[in-house]
């Protein structure tokens, strides 16, 4: 069945130094989604990515889309102690599962004041 | 706009004991999703609604039940606990099945 993957599973970075995490989907994605779950609480939607190649920004995040749409990543710069939290992706396949978004374990951001 | 309930916020059973973990919302979405969190594993899909009256199995559905008792509400039954059934609980919705989903606080279970 479909997976979804993401590196690293743990970022330690320094205030003011950039984060990148990757997804990468064992199968085609019709779109892919990003959350932010902060420690203790529930998971927010940041974005979702249809178009191969897709590239949106939102103030300091920068989320891409893969061009075989199987991958995904999402960079922060200037990381902010703000950013601390588990960022996940969630993609979907509609050709195979249509009704279900398949969520990635998720990348751990610790940022150090 | 509450968005999305959950309830209780807590709940520690012993092995063998039932309860029901409650979710509501009031943003007239169709799709409806309960998942579980464990450390390391992200969220993993027990059961989805895609409309009133409509259920569907996810990728951890085993010991688990749910109704869509109306547009509203999904309910998610443990009939046995068991202690691998230790998790935090998220019920989710979402206005179609591959949209944006908005999640509820969670349910954080302990199994004894």
Aim: proline content about 4%.
């Amino acid at each position: 069945g479909q997976q979804v993957m993401q590196i690293p599973q743990y970022q330690h970075v320094q205030e003011g130094e950039d984060f990148t995490t990757y997804c990468n989907s064992s199968t085609t994605l019709s779109n892919i989604q990003w959350y932010k779950q902060r420690p203790g609480g529930h998971p927010v939607f940041l974005i979702q990515l249809v178009k191969s190649g897709e590239v949106k920004k939102q103030k300091r995040l920068t989320f891409q889309f893969g061009e075989a749409k199987k991958n995904s990543s999402l960079h922060i710069t200037a990381t902010q102690t703000t950013d601390v939290g588990t960022y996940f992706c969630a993609g979907a396949n509609m050709k195979t599962s249509y009704d279900k978004v398949i969520f990635g374990p998720g990348t751990s951001l610790s940022v150090i004041p | 706009n509450a968005g999305v309930t959950q309830t209780p916020k807590f709940q520690v059973l012993k092995t063998g004991q039932s309860m029901t973990l409650q979710c509501a919302q009031d943003m007239n979405h169709n799709s409806m999703y309960w998942y579980r969190q464990d450390p390391g594993m992200g969220l993993r899909l027990i059961y989805y609604s895609a409309s009133e009256g409509t259920t569907d199995k996810g990728e951890v559905p085993n010991g688990y039940n749910v109704s869509r008792l109306n547009k509203r509400e999904f309910s998610l039954r443990l009939e046995s606990a068991a202690p691998s059934q230790t998790s935090v609980y998220f019920c989710a919705s979402s206005a179609a099945r591959i949209f944006e989903q908005f999640f509820g606080p969670g349910t954080r279970l302990t199994v004894l």
